[in-house]
Each structure stands twice: as C-alpha cells, then as structure tokens.
C-alpha cells in the first residue's frame, strides 16, 4: 500500500482566514482526488489532478498536484463555515491487484468558525 | 440518479450476530469496494469487485465476506460480528474517465457491535 501522508490533522480557524492542507507520498501517483466528508455522510469528490504541475480552482479553492506527481496541496482562501468538513486527499496508483483501489490519507478536519 | 444506496443506515447489533449490510448502485459501474472508516485510521479497505462475479480481499478482510452476484449490488456480511467491526461502513463503486477514475461513495452504515 502506498501510503498518503495528510496535514495538518485538524485545523480550527475563524471566518475569512485563508489555510492550506497538504497531502504527500514517497510515491509516484497517476493521478490524485480530493474528497470533502460532512459528518453522516459519505466523501464526495471535489478534484481530480492527473498532470505533474496541474493547478485546478474551484471557487475559493485551488488544487495543485506537484511536478513529480507524488503530492498535492489544497488551499482555501477566505474560509466560510460551509467549508467545515473532512477532506481526504486519494492517490490513484493505477492498475494492482485490488483494481483500481484509491490509497486515502487519514484526512483533515477542518473547522471555521464564524 | 440515487447513486449508491445503502441499508441500513445504522443498526445495533449484539456480538456474534450474523448481518449483512446492503448496496446498490445505478450507475452500472463494474467495480464496487467495501471501507471501513474509523477515527484515527482513516478509510480501510475491506473487499473489492472488479466486475460481477469477482471479488478479492483489501486490507482488513478478516471477518467479512463479500459477494458480487450482479453489476448492481454488492453485499457485505459479518457472519458472527465482534465489537472490533464497530466502525462506519461506506460502499463505493469507481468511474472509469478519460483521464483518470474516480470513486463514488454511499452514505454509509454506521454499526455498533455490543
């Protein structure tokens, strides 16, 4: 298994400010996803990044995926509180022999507070 | 679209109890996986179907069986459950895109072993 470090692993911050969650691995991904998890709910994908470099926005937050395909960060500029939640950040390996299994880090949980 | 549905929602159930929790999805996509999420150890996995009538052991299968009768459905059964299986139980199935795959999830299962 290919492992997905994520930080940080919690993070409270006020309305507004801006935050920057990074997820990393010693390995070489084809292509990586984040997730957002509301609490009773299952994780819904936000992003997909598949090019070394690639930068991708939505809305308020902005997805890179580094050069060598082996990390990628997620940054939040002015948080609201809608943005409270889990995110995951998945690592795609390509084909193994659980198919096309996704490798998660453990997450972050994020909390803005009005 | 539903997406992926899962049965029950929650359940409580005493140890040694045979259960099987539900899932269906309509998106008619080949590969379907079984999670456990647990706090502090993130998303585990437990049995993936590539296709229907294949499946295969993840990272805990211990305890668990899986059975992969048709493209839409994909059973998880404890066949005597131990309070260690108290966990949040998510039914995911992958999309394969033209750039990458990405995973869809259910809402989850909550269940708690006494």
């Known amino acids: 298994t290919q492992l997905l470090e994520q930080s940080p692993q919690f993070l409270s911050i006020q309305e507004g400010e801006n935050l920057t969650v990074y997820c990393n691995s010693s390995s070489v991904f084809s292509s990586l996803q984040w997730y957002r998890q509301e609490p009773g709910e299952g994780p819904v994908l936000l992003v997909t990044v598949v090019t070394g470099g690639e930068v991708k926005k939505l809305k308020r937050l902005t997805f890179q995926f580094g050069d060598a395909r082996k990390d990628s960060s997620l940054h939040i500029t002015a948080a609201q509180p809608g943005d409270t939640g889990l995110y995951l950040c998945?690592?795609?390996?390509?084909?193994?022999?659980?198919?096309?299994?996704?490798?998660f880090g453990k997450g972050t949980s994020l909390l803005v507070t009005p | 679209i539903a997406g992926i549905t899962q049965a029950p929602t929650s359940q409580i159930l005493a140890a040694g109890r045979r259960m099987t929790l539900r899932c269906t999805q309509d998106?008619?996509?080949?590969?379907m996986y079984w999670y456990r999420q647990d706090l502090g150890l993130g998303l585990r996995l437990i049995h993936y179907?590539?296709?229907?009538?294949?499946?295969g052991k993840g990272e805990v299968p211990d305890g668990y069986s899986v059975s992969r009768a048709n493209t839409d459905d994909f059973p998880l059964t404890l066949a005597s459950a131990v309070p260690s299986q108290t966990s949040v139980y998510f039914c995911a199935s992958i999309e394969k895109t033209e750039r990458s795959y990405e995973q869809y999830f259910g809402p989850g299962t909550r269940l708690t072993v006494t």
């Open positions: 998945a690592g795609a390996p390509g084909w193994s022999n659980s198919g096309y299994a996704l490798n």
């Open positions: 998106m008619r996509h080949n590969a």
């Open positions: 179907s590539n296709t229907a009538g294949t499946t």
